[in-house]
């Protein structure tokens, strides 16, 4: 018998679902049917789901919420694409909320059909609204304004590198970038206190014995040892690939975890990280139950805060607030040139 708290709660619009799938399919269903059509809308929405949960996360958002693409009359399809979501965030200096079509492609081309894409701006000028595309190109998030995907041969494509060039993430939803600096780490001492034998096979000796931990600290890219540190900066050596050193001294080892020269970390790639930290048994995050939470990561308070004093501490080299090549009007202030 499954113990209750391991058991998966169903995601809280659950009915929405099973509703979609009968009006799609008819109602003259078995219950296997439905419950295999259910399931496989609900994988389908992730890309969705994971998107809400990073602009939730990232602080900025003041609202996000899908919209709903049941379209009457039938006819309106040939006209109309409504986007994937609405959003507002506190960083436009507009009144008007943008819309968000949500797209996963790891290909280095985003490409879309000229009627899609067209259907997708009536919607748009249709409510007066900026439209936006949120591309997740293998790990990382892009969010861009439609009007630079540009027309090439029959589709209307954008490359990787020139939604690079003009993510909006950082500027509108609050993603940055850092870097952690060369030396800070995490490192762990051991003695050894028994050695239970020792086995020769093939001209290879193995040891078995027994160690203890006789002390474990940070350090920060001076080399400067920290023993109090903040649980929050701690969480950010999680988000970092640090590589292993083992040194050997007499009957002690010392395991180094330390960052190396190269190596940048986005905010909202660092999430996953964090998640993955936290709960290491799930192959991916079930974005779709973290939509309902208040706090997504528990082994963090205020990310943007620890960023700041572990800058301060000498663990965080760099910060990054990247802008776009182009800023959109609705990003602008009556200053902006």
């Known amino acids: 018998m499954v113990e209750e708290s391991k058991r998966k ?13 009968l009006a799609q399919l008819g109602y003259d269903l078995d219950s296997d049917t439905v419950v295999e059509q259910v ?39 040939q006209r109309f694409q409504v986007p ?3 959003a507002k ?12 079509e949500v797209k996963s492609k790891k290909g280095n081309v985003l490409s879309f059909k000229p009627d899609y894409l067209e259907r997708l701006k009536r919607y748009a000028d249709l409510v007066s609204m900026p439209l936006l595309i949120a591309w997740k190109f ?14 090439f041969n029959k589709n209307f494509n954008i490359t990787f590198e020139t939604a690079m060039k003009e993510n909006l993430l950082g500027v509108l939803a609050g993603d940055i970038a850092y870097k952690i600096g060369e030396g800070a780490g995490l490192h762990f001492w051991l003695d050894q206190e028994e050695l239970l034998s020792i086995e020769n096979e093939k001209s290879k000796q193995t040891e078995l014995e027994i160690m203890k931990f006789e002390d474990v600290y940070f350090t920060n890219y001076e080399k400067m040892r920290i023993v109090d540190l903040e649980s929050d900066i701690k969480s950010l050596f999680a988000t970092w690939d640090l590589a292993e050193k083992i040194e050997q ?10 960052a190396e020269k190269e190596g940048i970390q986005f905010t909202h790639m660092a999430l ?7 709960n290491p048994h799930e192959i991916r995050p079930h974005w ?39 800023i959109p009007e609705f990003l602008k202030d009556d200053n902006s040139s």
């Open 39 to 77: 399931r496989r809308l609900d994988i389908g929405l992730p890309v969705e789901d994971e998107f809400s949960v990073v602009c939730a996360w990232l602080g900025k958002c003041l609202l996000l919420h899908k919209l709903d693409q049941q379209q009457v009359p039938v006819t309106s399809k």
């Open 249 to 258: 001294v007499n009957s002690r080892t010392y395991l180094h975890y330390v």
């Open 138 to 151: 293998h790990n990382i998030w892009l969010l861009f304004e439609a009007k630079h995907m540009k027309k």
């Open 89 to 100: 965030f506190s960083t436009q200096t507009d009144k008007s909320p943008v819309l968000i």
């Open 272 to 278: 996953v990280r964090l998640l993955s930290a936290e």
């Open 9 to 21: 709660k169903a995601p809280h619009d659950l009915p929405r679902l099973i509703q979609e799938v």
């Open 288 to 326: 779709r139950s973290l939509l309902n939470k208040e706090k997504v990561i528990s082994s963090v308070t205020d990310f943007s805060s620890a960023l700041n004093k572990a800058l301060d501490q000498k663990i965080v080299f760099s910060i990054f607030n990247i802008r776009p090549q182009n």
């Open 84 to 86: 994937d979501l609405l």
